[in-house]
């Protein structure tokens, strides 16, 4: 199975910083990763895919990149709704799996 | 409105079975691979199943291969998770999700678009 290891597992911050997160694939997987946002108690949503490309509708503040078996979603100017928690998803191969999040707090 | 509604969560008994499951509107529901994803409470997201626009293809994560089983209904727009043998370990919310994209071929059902709000499985005796 293909391991994401995402880091850190919680971030400190304030609205209007960036933040940065990071998720490393066991092995090569190609640009074949997502990210979604959950806030608490709702579902996660769809923010990334093919680690660069941004969902519709979500906004420009939210960017994804990779470099090799590492990959980076960033959050310029940090707004109110954006605290919550972030994963990562491979989805190269079976069994899809997913990062162990990133909860972005308000510091 | 395009959305996923997940129903049939409960509390069950240890080594007890359970049927989910998902109503879809809003979108080509045939044309779309399907998933269910679950969260343990205070945990992060776990892959469960997969199945193909079509039905003839199914796939499932190793901790539940053999006892849980994924299907879809077309006509009705709706898909299914029947989970048999559920131990404590299965305690969790259980989400539907549509695959992105519409070209099985192109791999894009691997992104999940598309999510329900969940339902909770307690197994407890």
């Known amino acids: 199975d293909i391991q994401v290891t995402q880091s850190p597992a919680s971030v400190s911050a304030s609205v209007g910083d960036r933040v940065t997160i990071t998720c490393r694939a066991s092995?090569?997987?190609?640009?074949?990763l997502a990210w979604y946002q959950q806030e608490p108690g709702k579902a996660p949503k769809l923010l990334i895919f093919?680690?660069?490309r941004l969902q519709g509708g979500v906004p420009s503040r939210f960017s994804g990149s990779r470099s090799g078996t590492d990959f980076t979603l960033t959050i310029n100017n940090l707004q109110p709704e954006d605290f919550a928690t972030y994963y990562c998803?491979?989805?190269?191969?079976?069994?899809?799996?997913f990062g162990g999040g990133t909860k972005v707090e308000i510091k | 409105q395009v959305q996923l509604v997940e129903s049939g969560g409960g509390v069950v008994q240890p080594g007890g079975s359970l049927t989910l499951s998902c109503a879809a509107s809003?979108?080509?529901?045939?044309?779309?691979?399907m998933h269910w994803v679950r969260q343990a409470p205070g945990k992060g997201l776990a892959w469960v199943a997969l199945?193909?626009?079509?039905?003839?293809?199914?796939f499932y994560a190793d901790s539940v291969k053999g006892r849980f089983a994924i299907s879809r209904d077309n006509t009705n727009n709706t898909l299914y998770l029947q989970m048999d043998s559920l131990s404590a370990d299965d305690t969790a919310i259980y989400y539907c999700?549509?695959?992105?994209?519409?070209?099985?071929?192109?791999?894009?059902?691997?992104?999940?678009?598309?999510w329900g709000r969940g339902t909770r499985v307690t197994v407890s005796s």
């Open positions: 999700a549509k695959g992105a994209g519409t070209n099985w071929y192109d791999g894009e059902w691997a992104y999940l678009d598309l």
């Open positions: 809003g979108f080509t529901f045939s044309n779309s691979g």
């Open positions: 199945i193909r626009y079509d039905g003839t293809n199914k």
């Open positions: 092995q090569d997987i190609s640009s074949w």
């Open positions: 093919g680690a660069s």
């Open positions: 998803q491979q989805a190269n191969s079976f069994p899809l799996t």
